[in-house]
């Protein structure tokens, strides 16, 4: 089992830059890949990104070169460090976490880009 808590969405204009983090506890050592996810009002989730035990990385089309995400495993917390927001960018973020096949997911945290 894997819990999840997200912290760091709020209202930002657009161009400006927020942190998402996400702190992991449980069965932790068994995480192999965690990411974000978001869904905004009346669309599917959709990943954001994704980053492997190892290291590697995988971006929506959409956020490229202005998202970052990172992983520090000696805080077992993955971030999301989002610059360059738009409006689009509007929607609850999830985090994710993949263990043993099945998805687990935070509670999600609001992020407005206002234009």
């Known amino acids: 089992q894997v819990q999840l808590v997200e912290s760091g969405g709020g209202l930002v204009q657009a161009g400006g830059s927020l942190r998402l983090s996400c702190a992991a506890s449980g069965t932790i050592f068994s995480i192999n890949t965690m990411g974000w996810y978001r869904q905004a009002p009346g669309k599917q989730r959709e990943l954001v990104a994704s980053m492997a035990k190892g290291g590697s990385t995988n971006y929506a089309d959409s956020v490229k070169g202005r998202f970052t995400i990172s992983r520090d495993n000696a805080k077992n917390t993955v971030y999301l460090q989002m610059n360059s927001l738009k409006p689009e960018d509007t929607a609850v973020y999830y985090c994710?976490?993949?263990?043993?096949?099945?998805?687990?997911w935070g509670q999600g945290t609001q992020v407005t880009s206002s234009s």
């Open positions: 994710n976490a993949l263990l043993f096949g099945a998805n687990y």
